[in-house]
């Protein structure tokens, strides 16, 4: 059963939390962005979870709280540790909220694995924690990560070459992650549709980009 009360709970601290940092309060736009994928890997891990037969609920929590630790000032090395900084921040909230503990052990060892496949503390690369990565890593291939890629890159200041070049490349690195491991069936299915549509993206690209400078056979 999905505890929508947890799950409110969850959502109220983590924006106190974000809410509260330093650099996020500061910097809208940061938080906003960090609040959206934030939500949008909850909805992936919640679909996996209800496919696969995890705990949905403690899922969600999962994915909420898997990039809490934005809420601190990141130091040498922080994005890769913030996987590890955010399982800490995260398991006295998970305490407090009277979750079994070996749901807690999960959530906590998933959340600290997402970023680099590493943690601090012993723990099993179960399916549910594993697929708190999976999540995450999905939700980088989307519509609105197509748009943010391109106009972070500059697309439109480049080139034709460096436009076709750009293209190119991205087709080449897609394929390439087209085998990369995923924790269960379905997120191995839901990375495949995300990917696909990516790389018809980017053939469509290269190809119009190849039309638009001679009559082509």
């Known amino acids: 059963m999905f505890d929508k009360e947890l799950v409110r709970k969850t959502e109220e601290f983590l924006k106190d939390r974000f809410d509260a940092g330093t650099y996020l309060s500061s910097h809208p736009e940061a938080k906003a962005y960090r609040l959206e ?11 996996i979870a209800a496919k696969e037969g995890f705990d949905e609920t403690g ?3 999962a994915c909420l709280l898997h990039d ?10 922080g994005w890769k540790e913030h996987g590890r900084a955010s399982a800490r921040i995260a398991r006295l909230f998970l305490e407090e909220l009277g979750l079994k ?9 998933g959340i600290a694995i997402h970023v680099d496949d590493e943690a601090d503390f012993p723990g099993e690369k179960t399916p549910f924690a594993l697929t708190v990565g999976d999540a995450d890593n999905i939700d980088r291939f989307d519509v609105y990560r197509i748009h943010e890629g391109l106009a972070c890159d500059g697309f439109l200041e480049k ?5 076709l070049e750009y293209a190119e490349k991205r087709l080449e690195r897609l394929n390439q992650l087209k085998s990369f491991p995923m924790g269960t069936e379905t997120a191995g299915a839901l990375w495949q549709e995300r990917l696909s549509f990516y790389i018809s ?4 690209l290269a190809d119009q980009l190849k039309h638009s400078r001679e009559i082509t056979e």
């Open 159 to 163: 080139s034709y070459d460096e436009k």
């Open 201 to 204: 993206f980017y053939e469509k």
């Open 59 to 61: 899922m969600v929590i």
């Open 37 to 47: 994928h934030t939500y949008r890997v909850a909805n992936i891990g919640r679909d």
């Open 68 to 77: 809490v630790s934005y809420c601190e000032e990141f130091g040498e090395n």
């Open 101 to 109: 503990e070996d749901l807690i052990e999960d959530i906590c060892y």
